[in-house]
Structure formats: structure tokens, C-alpha cells
């Protein structure tokens, strides 16, 4: 049974970023990048098209290297990379019809070992992981700006103490 999430554990707003562009956005990611360790969990929550795989691409190649070929995962459902100092699973939850499917996948691995993008991770129901960092992406007026809110507990707080002002 999971239990309930304390006080301290509750997601709060941490930051709120604007991007105008595709490479803002996966300028954002990158100094993301820089910040996540292995046993991260970062949830990727928005509308189709609202930049989510754009952005977890930006962040695999932040790991893996600007050239590094990064796939949707919607019909894989998960793309596992390696890197020298953890697997970084990035996943594409949107074909999911049943949170009894997600057993299937070997999350519980990647949130024990490694580091875990999930888009659609409103799909895991109540196995969505409290200690995540939760990203909500939303379209804005112009076809290429979009608005992100960095929301996640107070570990997650102090970790990003500072994140996105250039774009805030």
C-alpha cells in the first residue's frame, strides 16, 4: 500500500519557464540535464504536440551526445539508453489502456537504478512516484512558445534553487 505523501512530500511550484523556440526548449532540458542523477524521476505532462518529446530528447542527448539518434518511444512504449554512470529510460506511456499493463515494463528497475523521463505519466495512476520531479508543458499564443511548470517537493526545490531564471 502506498502511503500517504507527507507535507514536505507534496509537489509545490518550483519555477515556471518560457521558451519561444524548439532550441530554447531543449536549452532548458539540457540544464536540466545537468542537474538530474540516477533514481530520478522526471514526469512529462501536456497535450500532444505541447513539446514533451522534444524535450526529453534534448535531455537523452545531454547524457548521450548531440548526435545521438532518439526515437519517440510511443509504439516501444520505452527506450532505454546506457551511459557510463546510469540507464536512462524514457518513456511513452500515451498507448497504455490499463495501469495493470505498466507491470510489463520494469519501471520499478528504473526507478530503483535509474534515471526516468515519463511522458503521459498520469497513465501510472497511483504508481506515480511522489519523489518526482513533475514538468507540465502547455502551448502558448505563438505556435512555438511554450510555457513549463517545474513543480516537485522541497528536495526538489533546493535542487533547482536558481533553475530557469534566464527564461522565468
Same mark, same amino acid.
Given at each position: 500500500m502506498r502511503r500517504p505523501a507527507a507535507a514536505e512530500d507534496a509537489l509545490q511550484e518550483i519555477?515556471?519557464?518560457?521558451?519561444?523556440?524548439?532550441? /530554447?526548449?531543449?536549452?532548458?532540458?539540457a540544464s536540466l540535464a545537468?542537474? +538530474?542523477?540516477? $533514481?530520478?524521476?522526471v514526469a512529462l505532462e501536456g497535450g500532444l504536440g505541447a513539446g514533451k518529446t522534444a524535450f526529453?530528447?534534448?535531455?537523452?542527448?545531454? #547524457?548521450? $551526445?548531440?548526435?545521438?539518434?532518439?526515437p519517440s518511444p510511443? #509504439?516501444?512504449?520505452?527506450?532505454?539508453y546506457e551511459t557510463p554512470n546510469l540507464s536512462l529510460w524514457h518513456c511513452d506511456?500515451?498507448? +497504455?489502456?490499463?495501469?495493470?499493463?505498466?507491470?510489463?515494463? $520494469?519501471?520499478?528497475?528504473? #526507478?530503483?537504478?535509474?534515471l526516468t523521463l515519463? /511522458?503521459?505519466?498520469?497513465?501510472?495512476?497511483d504508481g506515480l512516484p511522489c519523489r518526482r520531479l513533475h514538468i507540465r508543458f502547455s502551448s502558448g499564443a505563438e505556435d512555438d512558445?511554450?510555457? +513549463?511548470?517545474f513543480c516537485g517537493d522541497a528536495r526538489w526545490r533546493e535542487r533547482l534553487s536558481g533553475f530557469g531564471g534566464e527564461y522565468a
Open positions: 519555477v515556471t519557464v518560457t521558451t519561444h523556440s524548439e532550441a /530554447e526548449t531543449a536549452a532548458v532540458a545537468a542537474c +538530474l542523477n540516477r $533514481g530520478d524521476i526529453a530528447r534534448a535531455v537523452v542527448r545531454a #547524457f548521450c $551526445g548531440p548526435k545521438t539518434v532518439v510511443t #509504439f516501444t512504449l520505452v527506450q532505454i506511456l500515451y498507448r +497504455l489502456t490499463d495501469v495493470g499493463e505498466v507491470a510489463e515494463l $520494469g519501471l520499478d528497475e528504473a #526507478f530503483a537504478e535509474g515519463i /511522458e503521459w505519466p498520469e497513465r501510472l495512476g512558445t511554450r510555457t +513549463l511548470v
